[in-house]
């Protein structure tokens, strides 16, 4: 990988960061697709199926990001936003074309990868934002995953406020809006988005950076959620509606107040020197000395017997190599180094991890494209209530999961996949309830499930990381992803939509009503998640040692590297 110039100073990765902020809900474009989907149906004259293909379209492409993941290594992150820029003025222009109908009867193969593409910058976007940041708060990536998983949770709600409030709920306004204002957006934040010597894990004011930054999230959320119930029960006038986003808009910036605040009110440098992230993001080319994270002494203390025979036989190889009896052989990473993709696909772990996500998310986002009709089938007439609720619920979800993961990896050494078993557990729950078909239910099951969904995506970015290293992490994290596109291909396409149609035909009707509509689709995901449980679980044991050796002593400690 090139040499990358890092931006010293401790102030640069709060910058980025906040930048971040924003980045994040243009990457949450894709949740828009329900909001602009029936005008395609209308103006365009598509029946359901179609529009459901295109669905699929929408979730191929935010999804994708095998690209991005192997351009992240080789580019600096202002370039992946501007082909993440690109890709979306192209992508939503050609929608924007059609639904205005300022270019007619354009086919519908165009329409489909148009919308791929579209979406597909959010994989550019979330990757570039994703790695760095991960890279700039190394110690802290539970914590900052679910920071910024948690932020492109909340985009729906904050398109859907921008689509009622400000675009007049005009779908063709929304998909202009996504085609240019998004692009400017990231356009202007690019040069904030870059890497920087990490801040330090001794600095006592990170934890509350930390905080106040999880804190204004949470605010966010619960005013996203009242505006939106506001705006569906009160009719508010122009003025209203401008100054509810005006102080939605003052929210997001919140995160820029911690890089204001060290600019004027500037901490004492510390004495000892903060380590530099070559390490992390450069291999061996990088040119400044740094002294070795962990000495003699600590492994001794910390590391224990994990590697203990591997460790004896370096030594000796070492020597031998010195005497110049052998010639120095670069050994396989071990979990908790820096792996390429092709090692890591040759790992159970790998597999483990990304069965676990797969079934987790796959089966979730089956009931997130369903949704809709779900409520429809149960008796609920507005279902603008229930996609918020998920929305809510899901970013609940993204943000504690970070939280907590990060408090019990410290204290207790927990491996994070513990959480993503729990996550399984209750999603079992969720499906069983909305299998009764009891509409006093639905609520309980649409949040419950919104919350281990966002568990799910939460968890397994710093798990990746943590097993996997965060020299490669892009493109590994990018194929953990792709258990999402296949999922909604497998699940929600061929599974429910197959037993939604049968239903609907026995009905004679192409809208099914009752609760058979979903009923064995929801077995059918208990029973997947079920699965998900028992594979979470196996992973979790075989982790256990790897966690140990990492955070033994309370924090994050990087195993000694195989200079490969």
Known sequence: MPKLVLKAGSRPPWVGLAAAVWVQIAAGNSYNFPLYSSEIKSVLGYNQQQITILGVANDIGESVGILPGIACNKFPPWLLLLVGTVLCFFGYGVLWLSVSQTVENLPYWLLWIALCIATNSNAWFGTAVLVTNMRNFPLSRGTVAGILKGYIGLSAAVYTVIYDMVLNSSS????????????????????????????????????????????????????????????????????????????????????????????????????????????????????????????????????????????????????????????????????????????????????????????????????????????????????????????????????????????????????????????????????????????????????????????????????????????????????????????????????????YDTEAAKQGSSTCLGPNCFRLTFLILAGLSGLGTIVSIILTIRVRPVYQMLYAGGSFRHPQSSNH
């Not at 119930?229 to 808009?249: F, K, N, P, R």
């Not at 600019?263 to 400044?288: H, I, M, R, W, Y």
């Not at 909604?488 to 429910?496: G, H, T």
Request: aromatic share 10%; with cysteine; net charge neutral.
């Open 172 to 499: 063709s306004k929304l998909l202009l809006f996504l085609a240019i204002g998004l692009p400017v957006l990231c356009l202007a934040l690019m040069y904030f988005i870059r890497a920087c010597t990490p801040a330090s894990g001794e600095d006592s004011s990170e934890h509350v950076h930390f905080l106040f930054t999880q804190g204004a999230s949470v605010l966010l959320a619960i005013y996203l959620l009242s505006t939106t119930v506001i705006g569906d029960t009160v009719s508010l006038s122009g003025t209203i509606s401008y100054i509810l986003v005006a102080i939605m808009v003052i929210l997001l910036m919140a995160p820029l107040a911690i890089p204001v605040k060290m600019t004027l009110f500037p901490a004492k440098k510390l004495s000892s020197a903060v380590n530099s992230s070559d390490n992390l993001v450069q291999g061996e080319g990088g040119s400044t000395q740094t002294n070795p994270l962990l000495t003699p002494t600590s492994s001794a203390t910390y590391l224990g017997s994990f590697y203990e025979n591997e460790e004896a036989s370096d030594v000796e190889t070492l020597l031998a190599v010195g005497e110049g009896a052998i010639k120095k052989k670069s050994r396989p990473p071990r979990r908790g180094e820096d792996f390429k993709l092709r090692e890591a696909l040759v790992k159970a772990d790998f597999w483990l991890l990304w069965f676990s996500y797969f079934l987790a998310v796959g089966t979730g986002v089956t009931v997130l494209n369903n949704l809709a009709q779900i409520g429809i089938a149960l008796g609920v007439d507005d279902t603008t209530l229930l996609l918020s609720l998920f929305s809510f619920c899901n970013f609940v979800g993204r943000l504690g999961s970070g939280v907590i993961s990060e408090h019990f990896v410290r204290s207790r050494t927990l491996p994070r996949t513990f959480w993503m078993i729990c996550a399984h557990i209750f999603m079992i729950v969720s499906y069983l309830l909305y299998a009764l078909g009891v509409s006093g239910t639905l609520y309980v099951a649409t949040a419950l499930l919104g919350i281990c969904y966002g568990v799910q995506y939460s968890i397994m970015v710093p798990t990746a990381s943590e097993i996997f290293g965060l020299r490669h992490f892009g493109i590994i994290y990018n194929s953990m992803a792709l258990g999402n596109p296949i999922g909604a291909v497998l699940f929600s396409a061929l599974l429910a939509g197959y037993i």
